[in-house]
């Protein structure tokens, strides 16, 4: 594997991915520098924008397990995680693994579940690790985490700790699609009302577990210099004094952000990174890490306000 072989391969993702959902090419992309990445994704949108099946195409495009949990507000802890059962007939605990234990997992609407259920991930987004009842149990290679919310309703929903925020390498804003894309949604599966079976579209695999471990490795040898490192670390320490912000992004945001640029320019097929791939995922990696302050909400400014505002007055280097 090369750096031309990534490139291919993502290419590949792509074009399988096109087959079923329509649009949501940002997405894809976010998608796949997560997952070159090690890191999780967040993704927000109004119901009917594929959030659901862009994540199960992306998954049987790459063979990993899938796995989902429909987080509801009387979801428990071990609903999640699993729990050891009492066998009568051997007396003794058995472990009964919960959803968690896959290789992508869907966390659907992971805001309608109280924090106590959604701090169960937290070991295994971070650490890759899940204990229970004191004994740690290893996930499988390639697990990523595609959480899901709908930014509409409020009732019975619980906001997400910065805590779990602060685990999710991305946060993506779905939009609605252009006229031209929803008329193609419609020729395409309007002639149902269910979600679709993708053995309908003849998707095929285009990589395994084995592959994406060999562009991982690949991805941290990307050359991060040492300018382009100071910029990412004055982008981070300037959300920490930016007079609209109450709270800045932590110092595992810097790490996690040129983790991700180094994937970001090995899918363009280049050993290096430059400002601009800094420039592009700034927005996704440091939007749900600030906090406004209360002036700002007020006056009706955004996180993705504030991140252009950061990026204009730090210059880039050359």
Do not use: C, W
């Amino acid at each position: 594997m090369d750096l031309e072989g990534i490139k291919a391969t993502s290419d590949a993702v792509r074009e399988q991915v096109r087959k079923v959902v329509v649009g949501q090419e940002l997405a894809v992309d976010l998608m796949l520098v997560s997952l070159l990445s090690d890191g999780h994704i967040l993704m927000e949108g109004v119901p009917g924008t594929a959030k659901t099946l862009l994540a199960r195409v992306f998954a049987h495009t790459l063979s990993l397990d899938f796995g989902r949990i429909q987080f509801t507000p009387d979801l428990m802890p071990g609903d999640v995680t699993g729990t050891n059962l009492f066998n009568f007939q051997t007396s003794e605990f058995t472990l009964t693994k919960g959803p968690v234990f896959t290789q992508l997992l869907l966390a659907d609407e992971i805001n309608r579940t109280p924090p106590k259920t959604q701090s169960a991930l937290l070991q295994a987004m971070h650490e890759r690790t899940v204990t229970i009842d004191g004994v740690t149990h290893t996930m499988d290679d390639g697990f990523m985490v595609i959480a899901t919310q709908n930014p509409i309703e409020q009732h019975g929903t619980y906001p997400l700790p910065e805590a779990q925020l602060d685990r999710f390498l991305f946060k993506h804003i779905l939009a609605y699609p252009t006229r031209e894309e929803e008329r193609t949604i419609v020729e395409r599966h309007g002639h149902r009302t269910t979600m679709p079976s993708l053995a309908d579209f003849g998707i095929t695999r285009v990589a395994d577990l084995e592959t994406l471990k060999q562009i991982r490795q690949l991805v941290s040898d990307i050359r991060l210099s040492s300018d382009l490192i100071d910029y990412i670390v004055d982008i981070i320490r300037a959300t920490r004094e930016h007079p609209s912000l109450q709270f800045g992004a932590s110092p595992r945001a810097a790490n996690m952000l040129a983790t991700a640029v180094r994937a970001y320019a090995a899918l363009q097929s280049r050993d290096f990174a430059i400002p601009d791939d800094v420039k592009s995922l700034a927005g996704p990696a440091l939007r749900h890490r600030i906090v406004l302050s209360p002036a700002a909400e007020i006056e009706g400014i955004d996180a993705d306000h504030v991140i252009s505002r950061i990026l204009d007055q730090i210059p880039a280097p050359r």
